[in-house]
């Protein structure tokens, strides 16, 4: 198994651009979940999904959307980038809602200037 | 969800025990405690999660006092590649939707 993975790596916007980080797993697992880490600082929980098509908001949602069209992928859509955006975020997945036991993803470094 | 408190920082030596403590007063009773681990440029990893007494696993143990106000995780003998942040989480597994993770320890290991 791959476990959870993501795309880009690496991503530079400029203020006002669009992207989507990607993010799959292949381990069935029902929970899904997007945190932002900024420098020096723990993850904060932007938006999680416990089955495809349900979704909801974390500590952190505004400036972010997100879908769950399928069990393996739940991408992260940023509508329009602002600096204050620019972290490394991390995707994870669970075998259900609410398991403590999540499996993170490497990563992605977002800069947005 | 209950609050947790851990130590911002804490420095060690290679061989030595690390015991990394997190408080929890107001952890409720279906409560577990899990421990992550995050290296740099990488995502956390869960490595232990207890209910009660002591836990141990091939990475760490974890003991839990009879009033669950606090835990400790153990490093037994660490190195430098121990040097990381661990996060401590409290909560109920299968009814919590939100996992919050806290600011966490940064534990560096020096030779």
């Known amino acids: 198994n791959a476990g959870v993975t993501q795309t880009p790596k690496f991503q530079v916007l400029k203020t006002g651009q669009s992207m989507t980080l990607q993010c799959a797993q292949d381990?069935?697992?029902?929970?899904m979940s997007w945190y932002r880490q900024d420098p020096g600082m723990g993850l904060r929980l932007i938006h999680y999904?416990?089955?495809?098509?349900?979704?909801d908001q974390g500590e952190v949602p505004n400036g972010y959307n997100v879908s769950r069209s399928t069990t393996e992928d739940f991408p992260l859509r940023l509508l329009s980038a602002a600096p204050s955006q620019t972290s490394v975020y991390f995707c994870a997945s669970s075998y259900q809602r609410g398991s403590y036991e999540q499996y993170f993803g490497p990563g992605t470094r977002l800069t947005v200037t | 969800l209950a609050k947790t408190t851990q130590p911002i920082s804490m420095d060690s030596y290679e061989g030595q025990e690390v015991n990394i403590t997190c408080s929890h007063n107001?952890?409720?009773?279906?409560?577990?405690i899990t421990w992550y681990q995050q290296f740099p440029s990488q995502g956390p990893r869960f490595i232990i999660q207890?209910?009660?007494t002591k836990v141990t696993n091939e990475v760490a143990s974890l003991f839990i006092p009879a009033d669950r106000k606090s835990s400790t995780l153990s490093l037994p003998r660490v190195s430098l590649s121990d040097t990381a942040v661990y996060y401590c989480l409290v909560g109920a597994p299968g009814s919590a939707s939100k996992i919050i993770f806290g600011s966490g320890t940064r534990l560096s290991i020096r030779p």
């Open positions: 381990m069935n697992h029902e929970y």
């Open positions: 107001n952890i409720a009773t279906n409560d577990y």
């Open positions: 999904s416990v089955g495809a098509g349900i979704t």
């Open positions: 207890g209910y009660k």
